[in-house]
């Protein structure tokens, strides 16, 4: 059975959806949506798409308050025909698509400020910015031929915030997407239910060290700390002055990252699980109990057979 969401298209609500997909990743910009639709002569223009909740009542006071679950820019209307009938299928990526989709032109910050970012490369484009309580540091951020706005807001939060900056599904950019402290508790005695799980421990990918080299050549090697006593080496290095910050953090980075991709758990909900992107998260599942996870990847899917969400977690929730 049908459940919990409608589809608004110019602040009116649209006919209800044959198929909904909506997906959400860690490292992806842009959330996508792809909503199928029994075929019509007078299908409009769609510039914007919005999925909201089934109680609400008046999509223009949801959009301006920002009371949706998606809002996006329609990117392809398709129209199909098969045996069994005529679609119209809406590919539409989320708010984000403004700032990957826009080049910014070349210039050099020094010491800036997330207040300068966020007016120069974000708001202009009706996005605001959340803040964070992260310190910034001291710095020259270059902005190269080629760069979006993204990259740039992206540039900064790695480089001055050590953050991972998101543009959430009601265009607020949050500088930390890993900031929220509301923990999703998957647990079939009271917390949110599961039903198919899948759990890996991939050994290969984890970095044992990496190599640093300057200009004068070697000059540090760090280890990760979460590897002892292994007989098999996994080695890499690490330029230093063509690395992303010029400094020993980018090794540490790398590192975490590895170990992130080490361990993983992926399970099916019948919940709506949308913009869960980066929570932590618990499972209460052999081997999972204990570990501290973050949702990293989340698929909803809402047709005929009812509602349900795939969601993937690990140590940090970037791929």
Known sequence: MRTAVKIGIVYEFFDDPLSIVVEQEAGVPCDSLKAVFAYREDFP???????????????????????????????????????????ITVYARSLACLLTDCECP???????????????????????????????????????????????????????????????????????MYSDDKTVCF???????????????????????????????YCASVKNPEITGADFQRVRCLNLPESSSGTLSDADRIIRSSNDKGFGVTLESHVCL??????????????????????????????????????KLSSRGEN
């Open 45 to 87: 223009d769609i510039d914007r798409i919005y999925l909201l909740d089934d109680d609400v009542y008046d999509v223009r006071t949801a959009v301006t308050k920002r009371d949706v679950l998606f809002a996006g820019i329609a990117d392809e209307i398709v129209f199909d025909m098969d045996g069994k009938g005529k679609y």
């Open 106 to 176: 070349m210039m050099t910050y020094h010491d800036p400020t997330l207040d300068v970012i966020a007016a120069r490369h974000c708001e202009p484009f009706g996005l605001i910015c959340s803040g964070s309580s992260v310190k910034e540091r001291k710095g020259t951020l270059n902005i190269r031929k080629g760069s979006s706005h993204y990259k740039v807001l992206q540039r900064f939060c790695s480089e001055f915030l050590g953050t991972t900056p998101r543009v959430d599904h009601r265009g607020v950019i949050v500088t930390d």
């Open 187 to 217: 647990d079939n005695d009271g917390g949110v239910p599961f039903g198919k799980i899948s759990i890996s421990d991939n050994r290969y990918g984890r970095i044992t060290r990496i190599d640093v080299y300057d200009e004068k050549g």
């Open 274 to 311: 949308l913009n869960t992107l980066g929570y932590p998260a618990s499972v209460n599942a052999p081997r999972c109990i204990g570990r501290k996870l973050y949702i990293g990847k989340i698929k909803y899917i809402n047709d005929s057979s009812g509602e349900r969400t795939s969601v």
